[in-house]
Every structure is written in structure tokens, then in C-alpha cells.
């Protein structure tokens, strides 16, 4: 795929109601459960954006700010906000639903970054990313900060 190719983002979205499996003693969901589907919606977002398969290369630091408890809803929404050459960062809010109010609560925020692989595994030119709107360019600078750290990140670890 030409490097020039230029798309806008679509918005995934994953619905989910909790289940006692994926709680702990007090009845809240685990946090490997919530990232596990902040990974999986922002890989769909990542791999319909690239229209190919993509793999995680690396998740920031998450805060998880409410409980989501058994029987709530919880809901995903994953957007790419930034495209480099192969990778691509996505970020992935969480919601806790009242599933008879619909009342949405802010739950937690992450940014993770993906890369479009070939079949053997190989990083593959991603289409660039077209902001338009004020928060799409806002988001695109913060995308845009996370590769940066995380190019460092990879730099230092080589230097070691
Ligand atoms: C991600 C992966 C494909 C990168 O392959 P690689 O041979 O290191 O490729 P490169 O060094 O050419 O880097 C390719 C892109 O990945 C990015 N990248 C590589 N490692 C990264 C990391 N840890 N965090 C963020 N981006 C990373 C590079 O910055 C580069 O981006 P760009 O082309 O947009 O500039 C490879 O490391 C991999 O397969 N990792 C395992 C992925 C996986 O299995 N994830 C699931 C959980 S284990």
C-alpha cells in the first residue's frame, strides 16, 4: 500500500456485559479483563484502519478510575489517532453502562500501539491518518508524543 494513501479514522465499538468470571471477590472487574478488551477493540480499530492484520507493540500506562462491577455494561470505543509508517496508535476509552438507565460512566482511557503485519509477521506501510476536525488534530499531537516516548523507550533499551 502506497505510503500517501491518506483515510479517516472510524470509531470501534465493543459492548459487553460483565460476568462473574471476570470479577474478583468484590464483585468489580478485573483489570487484565479490562485490558484485554481495550487490546482487542483497538486491534479491530488498528486492522480496519490498515486492512490488514496488526499486532500490539506497546500499551501505556492506564489508570483505571471507576469499578465496573458484575452486571454492569461495559463498553469500549477504539480510534486510531495517529499513524507513523507502520504502527499506529489507538486510543481506547472505557465506559461502566447502568443497563436499564443507559447511563454512561467514564472508566478509564488508554493509548496502545500497533503495528500491520504480513502473514510472516513483517511490518507493512499503514495508510496516514487524516485529522480534520479540532480534537481529531488535538489527539493526533498526543499520538504523536507516545511514539515519540516510545521510540525512546526502544532506543534506550537497545543502548543497554
Ligand atoms: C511489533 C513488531 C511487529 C515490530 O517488529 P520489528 O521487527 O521490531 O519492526 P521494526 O523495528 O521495523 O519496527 C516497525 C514499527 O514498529 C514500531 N515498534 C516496534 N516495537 C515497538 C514498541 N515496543 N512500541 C511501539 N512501537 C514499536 C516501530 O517504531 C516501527 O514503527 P514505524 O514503522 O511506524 O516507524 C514485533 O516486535 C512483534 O511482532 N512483536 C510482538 C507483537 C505481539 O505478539 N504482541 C502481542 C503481545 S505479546
Same mark, same amino acid.
Given at each position: 500500500?502506497? @505510503?500517501?494513501?491518506?483515510?479517516r479514522?472510524?470509531?470501534?465499538?465493543?459492548t459487553?456485559?460483565?460476568?462473574?468470571?471476570?470479577t474478583?471477590?468484590? #464483585?468489580?472487574? +478485573? #483489570?487484565?479483563?479490562v485490558?484485554?478488551?481495550?487490546?482487542?477493540?483497538?486491534?479491530? !480499530?488498528?486492522? /480496519?484502519?490498515?486492512?490488514?492484520? !496488526?499486532?500490539? !507493540?506497546?500499551?501505556? !500506562?492506564?489508570?483505571?478510575k471507576?469499578?465496573?462491577?458484575?452486571?454492569d455494561?461495559?463498553?469500549?470505543?477504539? /480510534?486510531?489517532?495517529?499513524t507513523?509508517?507502520? *504502527?499506529? %496508535?489507538?486510543?481506547?476509552?472505557?465506559?461502566?453502562?447502568?443497563k +436499564? *438507565?443507559?447511563?454512561? =460512566? +467514564?472508566?478509564? *482511557?488508554?493509548?496502545?500501539?500497533?503495528?500491520? %503485519?504480513?502473514?510472516?509477521?513483517?511490518? /507493512?506501510? %499503514?495508510?496516514?491518518?487524516?485529522?480534520?476536525?479540532?480534537e481529531? @488534530?488535538k489527539?493526533?499531537?498526543?499520538?504523536? #508524543?507516545?511514539k @515519540?516516548?516510545?521510540?525512546?523507550?526502544?532506543? /534506550?533499551?537497545? =543502548? =543497554?
Open positions: 500500500m502506497s @505510503k500517501k494513501t491518506t483515510k479514522a472510524v470509531e470501534v465499538i465493543n459487553e456485559l460483565v460476568f462473574p468470571t471476570h474478583n471477590h468484590y #464483585g468489580t472487574i +478485573f #483489570g487484565g479483563r485490558l484485554e478488551l481495550m487490546d482487542t477493540t483497538g486491534a479491530l !480499530a488498528a486492522m /480496519r484502519f490498515a486492512n490488514e492484520e !496488526a499486532v500490539t !507493540a506497546s500499551i501505556e !500506562a492506564i489508570d483505571f471507576k469499578p465496573i462491577k458484575v452486571g455494561i461495559i463498553e469500549l470505543k477504539a /480510534r486510531v489517532i495517529f507513523a509508517n507502520t *504502527s499506529m %496508535v489507538v486510543k481506547a476509552d472505557v465506559f461502566r453502562v447502568n +436499564f *438507565s443507559s447511563k454512561e =460512566e +467514564f472508566a478509564c *482511557s488508554g493509548y496502545l500501539v500497533f503495528v500491520a %503485519v504480513d502473514s510472516n509477521g513483517e511490518p /507493512r506501510v %499503514v495508510p496516514q491518518l487524516r485529522c480534520v476536525t479540532k481529531e @488534530k489527539y493526533c499531537k498526543i499520538g504523536e #508524543g507516545i @515519540k516516548r516510545s521510540q525512546e523507550r526502544r532506543r /534506550r533499551e537497545a =543502548e =543497554e
